[in-house]
């Protein structure tokens, strides 16, 4: 049975706590034999609390599987890509190197990459993930379009994504905020405790992940502004 | 003989804390479980609901328990993990006792004998130096059940003051606090209430490590419009994305509340209808704050004026809003007056007991709430009731059917307990639930102490740290093994239900005490045979009490997903038997309670709320020339409190293996250390030294370290054993202490695994 096609995963940095219950949810995956299949970054521990948890982004057209010289990665009708197959991985790391995101690891013990496959097993038969069920802040949501802009209503899925001339759609959402933010995240304690802090900030805005595919950005959508 | 038997490595070496990891049926992905259970997770107050996978009367794995309301499947990695607390290698299966001839220090011995060894020893030294040469140390990870039976334990069978209880460390301040203003003491909202609101205050709680589900609420909040202020010396997972971040300096919480309730009163932001009708003491607080113009709390708190204006203009002027608050301002020897602080805010505005708009204090451990309620606390009988009133003593003496005037008075804290044990008038130890040798300050005073004590006898399901001074180890039980109630975050009163059986001879811990009470030749009042007939004697008991669970049943709570008390089995206004679906929000106009009997919505008899005077006062042991910098210390969200269950759960050390003091970046330029250098701390009561870990997220006067690790890596080792003159609570959030690197590695580090 195909994982429900009304039902989406959403990403939502933003709402991140660290605190990896997703990493070890995954690993209780019963299909998982106490492996994880998705991982927990910090951005920069020095300078931030911010972390993102990586899951599978699920590519239309999977840049993993297009560099694969040996075919191991399949994506499903459905649209979920799953891990290498077990013959035909060499555990070469092309996927790994090539993934935009960051997602695939090879596990050098087992000469294989696995990665995360949705849960497959659970949202074939109508459950959520086991990451996205944990997660304390939702920061993983699995759910309709429907429920994530009635809970939502200040952020927006978005997943169509530019990487250089690449433009790369994907089953799963990103949230981006639907305004253009002006908030600025804490970053530096001082800059809370000083009286006229320097009012620079990152603008944020969904508009650059728009942009029409192969155009390249010719603005850093990250570059700091003034207020 | 409470002194170490051999060499501490020894006792680690077999006892632990060693790490499981998953494996065996647990790794099987073909072990189909033989059931689930619905019940609830182990570790702290915001009790997740969650079905454990049981197979073979062991837990093999966890699934989402979806429909609870609560938390909706969600869990924190401590949750995930928690069933690797079972069948563990470390796992105590067999009574044991000190015994220096053997290798690792303890030898293994019948259940019975320990009971009868037990038995003796309590008699003996009551027999010499009086009853109350006996103590108990509790604590509010135990069912309510346990708790009740504890505090009866010991003023029933042992007859002595002395219990206390490790929420000594914990709840009390909130709790002191919320009986001088409100006359009870309870979370007044659930927190659905949060969602829909315009401003959520969090004031001294890192949300998303401490109490990680509360965050899901946070950010639904905000995303439906909430503004949210989040005071910390640290930038933690909630501070990061916050609308204002209050970088309060460690001890100041009191005057940062009297500076924006200044702000308030100077432009009028104040529910003044509310205020007069429905409190009483608010001219004596605007007195006080008049002194605390925007610009002396600046430089007191250490707060720009800038953010505490703008604090002041949200919180002043919106129609709906939330206060919490956690150990960040309690932990304080100021903790009461900071509590009240908040409660101040939340009185001027007149936004509580309403939909949408409250204040609320998070519990810590499991059984937070509940856990202080039922009479182990050194003060109180069951139902929040008071043991130097006398009604409340002959109500609660003919619940237990003895005299009144046998029932001992007030104890003492579990500090002052450890004070008396050092001076020589406490001579027995009782403790559960509780591992004081890590979790209380300036640890090496308790060391001594509990190297004073003629007879420590320990109910544990590990060996705890501290435990390791025991003459006697009884085998107790895991919360999975055992049923009963406890009562979390939101006065939300839940079940915990059985999984599997405890192994070998490790039994239920309201059994042991029984088993102690009957070898004693004391049973009266210690024959129940369920968790459920000892709840039924507790509903007896709290009913007419402020803490009322009479009309609570096992049933009831299945059936509604929990019953938030209070839930009278009477009508407290006409008196006929009611069937009463719980409270969950209080202080609603319009509302009746026992105690104003219908004159207002506040458990006073005038019906009205208590403004309190909140008295910013320094710190003790506060930053000096000697010792400049700020310690505070508090958790992280793979470990829970003394670490007896956590630090043995491998996935939960592997994400965070050894405590690291942050530090800002500024501060380590100075003193040439850089990250993960072996660094060396300071205070007056002694030094660690462990790595450094250089993050922008901490003020730059202020060191972090959490304090869930032992010995030469405890935190507690540096805390200042300052109490709040209320409620008693250690200053662990602040104390001066100085910093440098230091030439090399401890050689701790050689010989240690991250989690011992």
Known sequence: MPKPDYLHFFI???????????????????????????????????????????????????????????????????????????????????????????????????????????????????????????????????????????????????????????????????????????????????????????????????????????????????????? | MATIPVDELKVIERFGPHRSSVTGLRLSTSAEPDRLVKTHCCFCGQQCGVQLKVRDNEVIGFEPWEEFPFNRGMLCPKGVKRYLQGAHADRLTTAIRRDPSSPHGFSPMSYDDAIAQTASAVARIQGTYGNSAMAVL???????????????????????????????????????????????????????????????????????????????????????????????????????????????????????????????????????????????????????????????????????????????????????????????IEHHSNGVQNALGTINLVLATGRIGKPKSGYGTITGQANGQGGREHGQKCDQLPGWRDISDPAHRRHIAAIWGIDEKAMPGPGVDAYELFRKIDAGEIKGLLSICFNPKVSLPDNTFITRALEKLEFYVAIDFFLNDTARHADLVLPGSLQEEDEGTVTQVEGRVIKINKAVDPPGDARQDWRIIQDIARALDRPHGFTFASPREIFDELRRASKGGIADYSGITYEKIAQQMGVFWPCPSEDPETGRPVEHAGTPRLFERGSYNPVAKGTGPFYFADGKARFNVAEYRPAVDDVSDEFPLFLTTGRVVSQFLSGTQTRRIGPLVDRYPEPLIEMHPRLADKLNIRDRDWTIVETRRGMITLRAMVVTTIRPDTIFIPYHWPGEKSANRLTVAAQDPISKIPQYKVCGCRVRKATGAPAYAAVLEPQQ
């Open chain 1, 12 to 227: 939502d940095p933003n709402r991140c706590i660290g605190c990896q219950a997703c990493v070890q949810a995954c690993t209780e995956c019963d299909t998982h034999r106490g492996d994880s299949m998705i991982h927990l970054e910090f951005i920069d521990r020095a300078q931030s609390v911010q972390t993102v948890p990586v899951v599978c982004m699920h590519c239309e057209q999977p840049t993993c599987a297009e560099v694969c010289p040996a075919d191991a990665i399949k994506r499903t009708g459905d649209g979920v890509v799953q891990s290498a197959r077990k013959p035909r991985c060499i555990a070469c790391g092309n996927c790994v190197l090539a993934c935009p995101f960051g997602v695939p690891e090879v596990y050098e013990d087992r000469q294989i990459m696995m990665k995360c496959d949705m849960c497959y097993d659970r949202t074939s038969v109508g459950k959520k993930p086991m990451c996205a069920t944990v997660c304390p802040s939702q920061a993983l949501f699995f759910g309709t379009r429907e429920q994530v802009e009635q809970l939502r209503p200040m952020s927006t899925p978005v997943n169509r994504f530019q990487f250089g001339r690449q433009t790369i759609s994907t089953r799963v959402f990103m949230m981006m905020p639907a305004e253009p933010v002006t908030r600025r995240p804490y970053v530096d304690v001082t800059a809370a405790m000083s009286e006229q802090p320097r009012q620079r900030a990152i603008m944020l805005t969904p508009a650059f992940a728009e942009a029409s595919a192969g155009t390249p950005m010719d603005v850093d959508p990250f570059a700091e502004v003034e207020l």
């Open chain 2, 138 to 328: 509790s604590g509010a990870s135990l069912t309510t059940e346990k708790t009740y039976l504890m505090g009866k334990f010991a003023r029933v069978c042992l007859r002595t003051p002395y219990i206390d209880y490790n929420g000594r460390l914990c709840m009390v301040s909130a709790g002191a606090a919320n009986k001088k203003a409100f006359g009870i003491d309870r979370t007044t909202n659930p927190w659905s209430d949060m969602v829909g609101t315009e401003v959520i205050w969090v004031a001294g709680s890192n949300v998303a490590e401490c109490s990680p589900i509360t965050t899901n609420y946070l950010w639904q909040a905000r995303e439906q419009g909430a503004k949210i202020i989040v005071q910390d010396p640290r930038i933690t997972p909630v501070a990061r994305t916050c609308d204002l971040y209050l970088p309060v300096k460690p001890g100041r919480d009191a005057a940062l509340f009297a500076g924006v309730l200044q702000l308030m009163i100077e432009h009028d932001w104040l529910d003044r209808a509310f205020i007069d009708a429905l409190t009483v003491g608010f001219d004596d607080v605007a007195a006080y704050c008049s002194q605390w113009t925007a610009q002396r709390t600046a430089e007191i708190t250490g707060v720009p004026e800038r953010s505490i204006r703008q604090a002041a203009e949200w919180w002043g002027t919106a129609q709906t809003s939330f206060l919490f608050h956690a150990r960040g």
